[in-house]
């Protein structure tokens, strides 16, 4: 019998079921809860007794409706980092509105064995939300959701270190908290699933003078229509899929129905065009087209996307002459200086937060899992207008919680908490397929959980995460522990790694790994593929990743061009 034998048999067992906090309702939270539910024990009894607690009233996380976003307030702290902050909600706004469509096409969205009926591949965001909500009532699952609930804190009080490799030995007291009722209520739960998503907290970067700004700041996810922007100068910041959407929608092009879409559209469209909007987008890159979107340098490109002008990125804001009536003057990184801007958005993406978990506690006190960034050094004329900005009335910024940029002392997975796999953290990774994918890791984490998976092993983190050989290359528990080479997005995995990893987690299930029997071998060669991911299909239970999810990714952007024209 090897160790790990010996550490399960030692384990008590008193008939009970493990109990599992989920947080989070979204689709990471809806599919762990589902899969915990699935390990059954040899007498017919749940393993685990799992409850998930949702802040909102209703599953489906970034997904459910949100139309009222509120207002989009910047506060700085005393370095001059800005905080986009939203006035007067219990929490930021969704950076899904009404109507938006998915980039990824929605078969290969969907769940393991849980398709959806669409007469499209890219369906409005009410779509997606009616497939979660359908997910959950056809697993029975909402008898287990605690709607309306915050988590307040969630604190360690027990650990058996002797138990920790098993993902086991732990006690975590979670307090939460009823919105409707104020109810109070503290429990204690043996494991706990971090499901509450990366798209709660807007990030955006320090620039020199931004406090000095006099026009509207806004932050994407605060973005709801085009309308508001009539006869304004818009510079977004980003061109990613979100600040491609605000610059595609200013220029006409919408493929969604919002307050007074068609005469924005016929206004947008004529020739010349009528809304009075001036749309910039400032990159990182001038040279480097975007990755999921029309090229708007590109002379093939879209009339509505040629008229996006692209621009370096901002080094800094200077205040408007005395006097004057303009918002500020944005100075570009080639010298360029902008006096004509009157609305920044920032389409920069999110920070990481997990604000009932109290990083000055243990284990996170010395292994935490936020690491805030180090503040940006300024030089003392930027120190006097900070300070001359706060004399003004405006306080320095304190985070309610810590938020960083990404995750720190993950397993080499990053699926667990590293020094105690009694937490495990679904979706992370960034260029994902995010519904199978933590569908999946979700599958896995029961099973381990429940004694039936091995621990993963170590695996060299000088390995990059997009290189799909990062999964085989184990390392030994006896290596010395080293850290990963710095890079700006630790969490950026992409295909095809992305289902590389997915196929290395199912062959450590038991009875996983093996190939759908309906798949074939040859696939291209059988005829069987119309070579954009439309081939066969069939249950994919624990077998490694079907051809067709594999083949169908990469034509994400020629199908959504097919259909939506963008």
Not at 206 to 211: A, K, M, N, Q, Y
Not at 532 to 557: A, L
């Amino acid at each position: 019998m090897d160790t790990l034998d010996s550490l399960r048999h030692a384990l008590p067992s008193d008939g009970h079921p493990r109990r599992v906090a989920v947080i989070g309702a979204g689709s990471a939270g809806l599919g762990a809860a589902q899969e915990l539910n699935s390990i059954i024990n040899s007498e017919g009894k749940a393993v685990f007794e799992t409850v998930v607690f949702e802040r909102r009233p209703q599953v489906g996380g970034i997904w459910v409706n949100d139309d009222d976003a509120g207002e989009c307030k910047f506060h700085f702290d005393k370095s001059g980092k800005p905080y986009p902050v939203s006035v007067g909600r219990l929490w930021p706004p969704s950076p899904i509105y009404d109507g938006l469509r998915p980039n990824i096409a929605i078969d290969l969205m969907c769940f393991r064995d849980n398709t959806i009926k669409s007469d499209v591949l890219f369906p409005p965001r009410a779509v997606v939300q009616n497939y979660l909500d359908e997910f959950a009532d056809r697993h029975n699952l909402k008898r287990q959701i605690r709607f309306e609930t915050i988590v307040s804190s969630l604190r360690r009080i027990r650990h058996d270190e002797s138990q920790a490799k098993l993902g086991r030995g732990s006690a975590w007291q979670l307090t939460s908290r009823n919105l409707q009722t104020g109810k109070v209520s503290e429990e204690e739960y043996e494991h706990v699933v971090l499901a509450s998503g990366k798209c709660n907290v807007p990030s955006v970067p320090t620039i020199p003078g931004l406090w000095l700004w006099r026009g509207q700041l806004l932050h994407s996810s605060f973005y709801r229509t085009p309308t508001v922007f009539r006869n304004k100068s818009v510079l977004v910041i980003g061109n990613n899929s979100s600040g491609m959407d605000v610059a595609r929608e200013l220029h006409g092009k919408c493929v969604r129905k919002f307050p007074g879409v068609d005469e924005w559209v016929a206004d947008a469209t004529a020739d010349p065009p009528r809304t009075g909007v001036k749309v910039r987008q400032s990159v990182e890159d001038v040279n480097r087209p975007p990755q999921m979107d029309y090229n708007p340098k590109d002379p093939d490109s879209p009339e509505w996307s040629r008229r996006i002008e692209v621009v370096p990125k901002i080094v800094r804001v200077e205040a408007p002459p005395s006097g004057s009536d303009k918002a500020g003057i944005v100075i570009l990184e080639d010298g360029t200086r902008l006096d004509d801007v009157d609305v920044i958005v920032f389409a920069t993406g999110f920070l990481y937060d997990l604000p009932f978990l109290d990083q000055s506690t243990a284990p996170f006190s010395e292994r935490p899992m936020l690491k805030s960034a180090s503040a940006t050094e300024s030089d003392e004329a930027e120190q006097a207008s900070l300070q001359s900005y706060f004399d003004g009335g405006d306080q320095p910024y304190t985070p309610l919680y810590d938020m960083a940029p990404h995750l720190s002392n993950l397993d080499s997975w990053h699926l667990f908490y590293e020094p105690d796999p009694s937490i495990s953290i679904l979706g992370v990774f960034g260029n994902i397929v995010p519904f199978p994918f933590a569908h999946m890791q979700a599958r896995f984490v029961a099973n381990f959980w429940a004694g039936r998976a091995e621990p993963l092993p170590r695996l060299r983190v000088d390995v990059p995460l997009a290189d799909p050989t990062r999964w085989t290359s184990i390392v030994s528990d006896s290596d010395p522990i080293t850290e990963a080479p710095y890079t700006r997005f630790p969490h950026k995995i992409g295909f095809p790694s992305d289902w590389e990893y997915l196929d290395e987690l199912v062959r450590r299930i038991p009875g996983g790994g093996e190939r759908p029997p309906w798949q074939g071998k040859g696939e291209e060669e059988e005829g069987l593929t119309d070579g954009r991911g439309g081939g066969k299909r069939g249950v994919e239970g624990n077998f490694i990743t079907p051809f067709w999810r594999k083949e169908r990714g990469p034509w994400g952007r020629t199908l959504r061009r097919e259909e939506l024209g963008y």
